[in-house]
């Protein structure tokens, strides 16, 4: 049994040299933004009190935030790793334990913030074949940023997987509902996603990824109201000379309409849209790593972007191996 089961992904917290830049840049992704005790905040509509903070100083990336259920469930956790549950001093206030997980991420598990009621949303009106809910309406979209609604997941690059799924899962409960396979029998990562029994809950909340690089945030993925809304946002950011990183197109695992953009810092931001939902009663999946970096439709993955690809089978062998010669020198000596 892990210790809590958490209900969902709450913020991501970064340090950056100049928050006004920072501020212009959410601001064009579609964060309300405000300042407040010399912090950044960015905003969804969902009426949680931030999703996006930014902390004056040299740039990186600093911690994820997950919402536990209850402050009971805070305490059962603060108890499990031998800390105290300590007051949120922050816009909407509530308490948060603070751990440290085997990759040395900070992770904020925070419950009992002030929440404000969501603003409502617009009712779906997409014609298709099947179905033409939008009936003596033309569609009329204003230039805009995004609207984005919510914080939907992180994915954080590790070094040693089966460490951290262990440590994230035995505290969290998450369930994995993709496990990347480089080969057969070399795990790359796991989509994960929070046990909420029967509610359905998103494809992943935290992926974590066992591929060559340093540790750090891959990126950090907020759900805007629609495919129109995705695309104005693109034009947006476009439009505002933003660096785009990846997209428009539909991934496979998780199935989102996906966008992924740069920061002024070079942290890097999706937008998605219509992605899978599944319950604590849905099993597990194997995937190759093709599948991780293929699209149903769009953009191929910028690795591939300009150049002719290299066989998707190839990149999965050389990172396959990567990762066995890792394991291979890793091991201790009574191991190997
Ligand atoms: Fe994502």
Known sequence: MPVIKVEDIAHVRFAAPDLSVMRGFLEDFGLACFE????????????????????????????????????????????HEGVAPEPLDEPGGGMVVRLTDPEGYLVEVVAGQECQPPTPLPEPQFNCAAAKPRQRAPVRLEPAPAHIRRIGHAVLRVSDFRTSERWWKDRFGLLTSDEVEAAEGVPLGAFMRCDRGDIPSDHHTIFLAQLPGKPGLLHAAFE???????????????????????????????????????????????????????????????????????????????MFAGKMAPPPGLVAFVTAMLLRLKRLFSRTPKEA
Do not use: C
């Not at 905040?41 to 259920?69: I, M, Q």
């Not at 104005?232 to 785009?244: N, T, V, W």
């Not at 099993?283 to 190759?288: E, F, I, M, R, V």
């Open 224 to 302: 805007v109201e629609s495919l129109d809304d995705l695309m104005l946002g693109h034009e947006h950011l476009k439009s505002r000379q933003r660096e785009a990183a990846w997209g428009v197109g539909r991934h496979i695992m998780g199935s989102q309409i996906f966008d992924y953009w740069k920061d002024p810092f070079g942290n890097e931001l999706e937008h998605w849209t219509d992605g899978d939902l599944f319950t604590a009663a849905d099993p597990p999946q194997k995937q190759t790593m093709q599948a991780l970096l293929a699209v149903q439709w769009g953009s191929p993955h910028p």
């Open 36 to 79: 407040e005790g010399g912090r950044l905040y960015g905003k969804a509509s969902d009426g949680r009190p931030f999703v996006h903070v930014t902390e004056p100083g040299e740039a990186r990336f600093l911690a994820v935030g997950l919402r536990a259920a209850s402050i009971a469930d805070l305490e059962r956790l603060a108890t």
